[in-house]
């Protein structure tokens, strides 16, 4: 298993003082403090024309920017919305941006954060940044969405009575990525900053802090920030960084496996495939198209509540608001063919699921639950030997994001 960072940063809006990142996949936060502190209406009656983009466009994962769109990467501008109502006039364009993502971050796709934004969202005070660039042929036709950061803004920063603008971090999101076309994405980052260093937009945050956190810490994304941050001199720090773990298949699966355990390890799992068998009879499977969906989440829901997440309350079923946002997250992820689910069965009857979602040729692993009563053959580390394997022989993941 490879290692991702996760890093903080941040920058003070007066003099733009900005945390600065360390290689690997790491979290950002960022934080701008600006001359004054108001807090402002929705915009939503400055919000230019979108083009809406072909839904085939946004199911192909990561497809190009057709070239008819060509656009002018030195003329962008910045909306703002604080409605979240408003951003329903913008959700194909959002689609077809998160198609062609500089870097893919399934919790900020809409199918997924509108659900976030209903669950979660409610006592928030948002300020949704969106990017927009004119074409090049036709500067007279409706602009194109270049990037999306959806930002809420809190009266207080580490205790302090100074306001801070945050990328919006939900319960259950582990990225904070936001979505910028790679066409043109230098320049739509500068407009984003751009923004939040000018107390005069009509739809200014009027923050002290700008903090961007669970943002990663190498890649295009990083290597964009890196760049921007260095020709812009201004100041930067690094106020947290940590590693979680990447997927990246080796050559087989037994070569990966060779490495990430010792032999006597392996043998162990082995046998304790061996003696689960003895107690009846076992099967991994994968949900398929045809399959009940909703009678897998059900059993996903069941194995979570009845270990210790629902000794201590926190298992997803407990809660109504949670237990809805991840059963319409997981329906919806399964319409669109981008939820991958796997269970481990005895005797017909799942004792160890997991579940991830898909992103193009990249997938995040969200949740596993297992069965404790059987917690003596490790039924949870059985299944994710058998999804190394799966990952290996159909080769159509090229990395896992934990």
């Given at each position: 298993m490879n290692s991702s960072l996760e890093t903080n940063e941040a920058i003070a809006m007066s003099d733009m003082e900005i945390g600065?990142?360390?290689?690997?996949?790491?979290?950002?936060?960022?934080?701008m403090s600006p001359s004054r502190d108001q807090s402002t209406g929705n915009a939503r009656s400055a919000v230019p024309p979108v083009t809406q983009a072909s839904s085939k466009s946004a199911r192909a994962g990561r497809a190009p920017l057709p070239s008819r769109f060509r656009l002018n990467g030195e003329k962008m501008s910045v909306v703002v919305l604080t409605d979240i109502s408003a951003l329903e006039d913008y959700l194909p364009a959002l689609e077809e941006l998160a198609a062609d993502a500089l870097e893919p971050n399934l919790f900020y796709e809409p199918w997924i954060l509108q659900p976030s934004l209903k669950a979660f969202g409610q006592d928030q005070h948002?300020?949704?940044?969106?990017?927009?660039?004119?074409?090049?042929?036709?500067p007279n036709a409706p602009q194109i969405l270049c990037g999306f950061f959806p930002m809420v803004r809190e009266r207080r920063y580490k205790g302090l009575p100074i306001s801070v603008l945050r990328l919006w971090q939900y319960r259950y999101c582990s990225l904070c990525a936001p979505l910028i076309r790679t066409e043109h994405a230098d320049e739509c980052l500068k407009a984003f900053f751009k923004w939040l260093a000018d107390p005069a937009h009509p739809s200014a945050a009027k923050c002290a802090v700008v903090e961007l956190g669970y943002v990663p810490g190498d890649g295009p994304f990083h290597a964009l920030l890196v760049d921007y941050f260095y020709n812009s001199a201004r100041p930067v720090y690094v106020e947290d960084c940590h590693v979680r773990a990447l997927f990246r298949p080796a050559e087989t699966a037994e070569v990966y496996l060779s490495k990430a355990f010792s032999g006597r390890r392996r043998k162990e799992y082995r046998l304790q495939e061996k003696h689960l068998a003895e107690v009846g009879q076992i099967e991994y499977t994968q949900l398929?198209?045809?399959?009940?969906?909703?009678?897998?989440?059900s059993d996903f829901l069941r194995l979570e509540s009845s270990g210790w997440k629902g000794e201590e309350g926190s298992a997803i079923a407990l809660q109504k608001v949670d237990q809805?946002?991840?059963?319409?997250?997981?329906?919806?992820?399964?319409r669109r063919g981008r939820l991958r689910m796997l269970s481990l069965n005895l005797e017909g009857r799942s004792i160890a699921q997991k579940l991830d979602f898909t992103v193009g040729r990249a997938a995040f692993s969200l949740k596993i639950a297992y069965d404790e009563s059987y917690s003596r053959f490790s039924p949870g580390v059985l299944l994710e030997l058998d999804n190394l394997r799966r990952l290996h022989e159909g080769r159509q993941i090229d990395?896992?994001?934990s």
């Open positions: 600065a990142k360390t290689p690997g996949r790491s979290d950002v936060t960022e934080t948002f300020f949704f940044a969106l990017v927009f660039a004119p074409s090049v042929a036709n398929k198209e045809q399959d009940d969906v909703d009678q897998w989440i809805e946002f991840f059963r319409e997250v997981a329906r919806e992820g399964f990395w896992v994001d």
